[in-house]
């Protein structure tokens, strides 16, 4: 059976060559390998097959039969890697804390394991009846979190 750390190897040296990155690389008991990718400026399907060729003219199927999908994340999946986080400053993204809560704003910026989000939330000022929409900058750390992922609008 092929592992995750043989995939990992031949990806990590692949991708020395690119401005691509690894988001996550998985195994299943049946050998159905999933490869994912991402680069700060997005992956197109070219750059997937052409890692997918690589893997193939690597791994011979007449050695070991294996199924491969090599894609980029998507939209719809929470952050894996650190790049992600750096590569969506200025997108609105869900964050869901440890703790279960779940709060929604504008990535602003990204370094050393924290981030920080422009977030809008409804305060009633003193002497007014209604409450006012205050906007506010709040710094996560990244070990406050469960998940991260992009807000599509629509």
């Known amino acids: 059976m092929i592992t995750v750390q043989q995939i990992r190897e031949f990806v990590s040296e692949y991708l020395k060559q690119t401005d691509l990155f690894e988001v996550?690389?998985?195994?299943?008991?049946?050998?159905?390998?999933?490869?994912?990718?991402?680069?700060?400026?997005?992956?197109?399907?070219t750059e997937c097959v052409k890692l997918s060729r690589a893997i193939e003219a690597n791994f011979?199927?007449?050695?070991?039969?294996?199924?491969?999908?090599?894609?980029?994340?998507?939209?719809?999946?929470?952050?894996?890697?650190?790049?992600?986080?750096?590569?969506?400053?200025?997108?609105?993204?869900?964050?869901?804390?440890?703790?279960?809560?779940?709060?929604?704003?504008?990535?602003?910026?990204?370094?050393?394991?924290t981030f920080t989000l422009e977030v809008q939330k409804k305060i009633k000022a003193e002497g007014k009846k209604r409450p006012e929409l205050v906007t506010e900058l709040v710094i996560i750390s990244l070990h406050e979190v469960k998940s991260t992922k992009v807000v599509i609008n629509f």
């Open 60 to 113: 011979n199927r007449e050695d070991e039969d294996y199924e491969l999908e090599v894609s980029s994340p998507g939209l719809s999946l929470p952050f894996k890697v650190w790049q992600q986080y750096i590569k969506n400053i200025g997108r609105n993204v869900e964050v869901v804390f440890a703790n279960g809560l779940k709060t929604v704003g504008k990535m602003i910026t990204a370094e050393n394991e």
């Open 24 to 45: 996550e690389i998985s195994v299943s008991p049946s050998n159905s390998i999933t490869v994912l990718i991402d680069s700060m400026s997005g992956t197109n399907i």
